[in-house]
């Protein structure tokens, strides 16, 4: 069996539905994992907003033009307007769901998961549908029954002893068979929906992979693999042609955005081969990520935006470091707040973290802690590993950087974005 992942860039449009099925071609024996089309994801987070600020007209609106946007893809594949049973049900369960009254603030991600989930559900309805319509027999499963994940919600983490039996007994030995599932969800164990994380659906293969024993794993992207930079930001990037896990995953922990963080764990545990190839082109070769692959030559430069820089003081000047760091951290993780960069002197504690709802909150409870918190937003964290002189120039220095880390071969830089 081998795993086949589709991201949403991949399946935007209806040329990219029937991409998919050329790069399907006449393989059997695959599981396809694939995410919400285009940036239905970043609509149903403004439908989630919309229900946060009780505006149901902005919900309104953002579910019309949904359903407009799949309807196009959909009549486009068909060659004229046909209604996908599961796909109508799914919309019809989404306005149910924004049409409750009984949202709380404290159950933020679990409405949020409730309704960004329908994304992935819509997405692979159609392209099961498609697929059975174009001559490719295949099975939809409903992920949310057997992604077994932690009882949290928004960026929950997937149980695989729990998991393993249920997909197994849901593909069944089929060696031959195509199956068609959602990435990015999953089922918490009290029975609702959980997401995995923005950009989740990789895990989802990487998870689904590691429990069918599959011999590789591909994921299908606009580009041609992983660059050392994103080309958007820095033009002169070039491709690389492999890259060995643990390279992956201090990449993507920095905020690359090859892949989502947690995808190589469950790969690496039966070393299984991850391909980055090129949707496009099922020619080129792509990067392929293993455990054997040669260290990288080119610097890489990896920038991570949205970031808040708290640094925090104890009140009376006693040491943050030794006493403090504890219970610092458990604060900020009740807020599940993530720290990309520490930094610390005699007293003073600097934290590079992600924008978050919750993080006024956090500052708050800090200073009832007894702490002074300092906090300045809109920062980015660049990292840079096999720095240069001439990157370094360019990077590291200025008046915009606040703080900068270093060590022979990389070197971390949070500045005003
Ligand atoms: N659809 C989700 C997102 O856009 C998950 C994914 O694409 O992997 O974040
Ligand atoms: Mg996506």
Redesign the pocket.
């Known amino acids: 069996m081998k795993v086949y992942k589709f ?2 860039a991949s399946v935007r449009n209806a040329d990219g539905v029937r991409n998919l099925l050329k790069i399907i071609g006449d393989e059997r024996g695959l599981f396809i994992v694939v ?2 089309m285009g940036k ?3 609509a149903l987070e403004r439908v989630f907003a919309g229900v946060q600020r009780g505006d149901r007209q902005a919900v309104a609106g953002e579910i019309a033009a949904l359903r407009d946007y799949h309807a196009a893809i959909i009549g486009d594949l068909w060659h004229g307007p046909v209604k996908i049973g599961r796909v109508e049900a799914f919309f019809a369960e989404l306005e149910k769901t924004v049409s409750r009254r009984d949202y709380k603030p404290a159950d933020a991600e679990l409405w949020y998961d409730r309704i960004v989930a329908y ?2 559900l819509i997405s692979t309805a159609i392209i099961s549908e498609y697929l059975a319509y174009a001559g490719v027999p295949n099975r939809w499963i409903d992920m949310r029954r057997v992604l077994v994940t932690e009882q949290r919600h928004k960026d929950a983490e997937v149980d695989l002893a729990a998991s393993a039996p249920r997909l197994l007994a849901e593909v069944g030995g089929c060696e031959e068979c195509v199956f068609v599932g959602q ?2 969800i999953g089922g918490a164990p009290d029975g609702t929906t959980a997401t995995l994380g ?5 895990y989802s293969a990487a998870v689904v992979a590691h429990i069918l024993d599959a011999e590789s794993m591909a994921v299908w992207k606009d580009v041609d693999g992983v660059l050392n930079a994103d080309p958007k930001i820095f033009p002169d990037a070039v491709q690389i042609a492999e890259l060995n896990y643990l390279d992956t995953i201090e990449l993507a922990y920095s905020g690359a955005q090859i892949i ?1 963080p947690r995808t190589i764990k469950p790969l690496q545990n039966k070393n299984i081969p991850l391909y980055v190839r090129p949707f496009g082109d099922k020619r080129k070769p792509g990067t392929v990520i293993r455990s054997a692959s040669a260290p990288v030559e080119v610097p890489i430069l990896i920038l991570k935006k949205d970031q808040v820089l708290l640094t925090i003081r104890s009140r009376d000047f006693s040491f943050v470091l030794e006493e403090k760091f504890a219970a610092i951290f458990s604060l900020l993780e009740r807020f599940r707040i993530k720290t990309n960069l520490i930094h610390n002197s005699a007293v003073n504690l600097s934290l590079c973290v992600d924008d978050s709802w919750h993080i006024d909150e956090a500052v708050a409870a800090l200073r009832s802690e007894g702490f002074d918190v300092m906090k300045i937003g809109s920062m980015e964290l660049l990292t840079i590993r096999g720095y240069t002189d001439e990157l370094w120039q360019r990077h590291a220095c200025g008046p915009q950087v606040f703080v900068r880390q270093a060590t022979q071969s990389t070197v971390r830089i949070v500045r005003k974005s």
């Open positions: 991201g949403g995410s919400a239905t994801t970043n994304g992935e990435g990015f923005r950009e989740g659906s990789d989502h």
